[in-house]
């Protein structure tokens, strides 16, 4: 048990609609860390927060938005689903920059 | 941006063999270089990781190298074991330490 709790394991939806992927970080942590995983595929980064206040952003759409609250926990939404967004999700957390990063167990999207 | 190139895609050894994957980062000021093992269906695990002021750590069967002249670190696995059969990935953080970009991947197959 890495400590990072993801909810919910699994999400089916069909396009056009929105989802919220919420993530828990272990106790301490302060950055969390979005990724997305397609299958069998690498891990994009996506964007990073710490302490609540956004960091780094990598290749997220448009339609991608997030945010962490000042209990430390992250929520990533997705709107306007496609096809392709269908992937695993993963969030992960750290002390702070350039730490170890610990990753939950993911949540898994599919787009129908 | 942060670029990191990770050779080969896909390794096959016979079990107590040793195995060597490679990556190589674009970013110079990149100081933290984290190796992650993601089994089948399960989250990443960070297995060693690295920072720009030390050639090399070891750790029981593994062990990192890195050689930041020429921006290249490897992932040495001795004694290879079934159970290590697994994708492995590295990673470098890029100026700042927030963003983490991640490798290809490389699958790993540990032949009994």
């Known amino acids: 048990d890495s400590g990072v709790t993801q909810t919910p394991k699994h999400l089916i939806t069909a396009t056009g609609q929105r989802v919220t992927l919420r993530c828990s970080p272990r106790?301490?942590?302060?950055?969390v860390y979005w990724y997305q995983q397609s299958l069998d595929q690498g891990l994009q980064f996506l964007i990073q927060y710490y302490n609540g206040e956004e960091r780094a952003k990598g290749n997220i759409l448009e339609r991608f938005s997030a945010q962490q609250f000042p209990d430390l926990h992250s929520e990533l939404n997705l709107s306007s689903l496609e096809l392709g967004d269908s992937a695993l999700y993963f969030c992960?957390?750290?002390?702070?920059?350039?730490?170890?990063?610990?990753f939950g167990d993911g949540t898994r999207l599919s787009i129908l | 941006g942060e670029n990191v190139e990770q050779h080969p895609s896909t390794l096959s050894v016979q079990e107590g063999d040793s195995a060597v994957i490679k990556c190589t980062y674009s970013d110079s000021a990149s100081n933290y270089f984290p190796w992650y093992k993601q089994e089948l269906g399960k989250r990443p695990q960070l297995i060693i990781d690295?920072?720009?002021?030390?050639g090399e750590k070891k750790d029981q069967r593994i062990a990192v190298t890195l050689n930041k002249t020429a921006k290249h670190f490897s992932l040495h696995i001795t004694e290879t074991q079934p159970e290590d059969s697994a994708v492995y990935f590295c990673?470098?953080?890029?100026?700042?330490?927030?963003?983490?970009?991640f490798g290809a991947g490389t699958r790993l197959f540990v032949k009994a």
């Open positions: 992960a957390s750290s002390v702070g920059h350039d730490q170890p990063q610990h």
């Open positions: 990673a470098a953080t890029d100026t700042g330490g927030f963003k983490t970009i």
């Open positions: 690295i920072r720009s002021n030390v």
């Open positions: 106790s301490g942590d302060l950055s």
